[in-house]
Nanobody
Framework: QVHLVESGGGLVQAGGSLRLSCAAS????????LGWFRQAPGKEREFVAG????????YDADSVKGRFTISRDNAKNTVYLQMNSLKPEDTAVYRC???????????????????WGQGTQVTVSS
C-alpha cells in the first residue's frame, strides 16, 4: 500500500506561482514512478507531469510545458510540482499518483496508476 498526501494548493492570481508537494509513505517509494494529474469541474482527469522512479526522466503535458516542473526527493519520499506563469485554465484539483508496479515506466494514463492522493485545490484568478 502507498499513502499519498498533497499540499500547497491555494488561490493565486494569473501569472503567479505555486509549489505543490506530495508526501508518500508505505512501500519503497523510491522504486515507484510518480505522476501529477488534475481535474477541473465538468472535465476529464488529465495527466500533468510524471517522473521516473530515479528522477532522471520527466514528462510534461503540452499544456504545461515550459511552465510546470516536476521533481522528487527520494530521501524525503516527496514529489513536487513547481507551477509558474499560472493561467485561469490551470484551475483544478491536483492529485499525485503512483503505480502498483515498482520500476514501471512513467505512464500518462490514469489507468496506469493504482494509488491516489486526496488532492489539493488550485484556483487561478484572472
Amino acid at each position: 500500500q502507498v499513502h499519498l498526501v498533497e499540499s500547497g494548493g491555494g488561490l493565486v492570481q494569473a501569472g503567479g506561482s505555486l509549489r505543490l508537494s506530495c508526501a508518500a509513505s508505505g512501500r519503497t517509494v523510491s522504486r515507484l514512478a510518480l505522476g501529477w494529474f488534475r481535474q477541473a469541474p465538468g472535465k476529464e482527469r488529465e495527466f500533468v507531469a510524471g517522473i521516473s522512479w530515479g528522477g532522471s526522466s520527466t514528462y510534461d503535458a503540452d499544456s504545461v510545458k515550459g511552465r510546470f516542473t516536476i521533481s522528487r526527493d527520494n530521501a524525503k519520499n516527496t514529489v513536487y510540482l513547481q507551477m509558474n506563469s499560472l493561467k485561469p485554465e490551470d484551475t483544478a484539483v491536483y492529485r499525485c499518483a503512483a503505480p502498483f508496479r515498482e520500476f514501471a515506466r512513467v505512464g500518462q494514463s490514469s489507468q496506469e496508476y493504482q494509488y491516489w492522493g486526496q488532492g489539493t485545490q488550485v484556483t487561478v484568478s484572472s
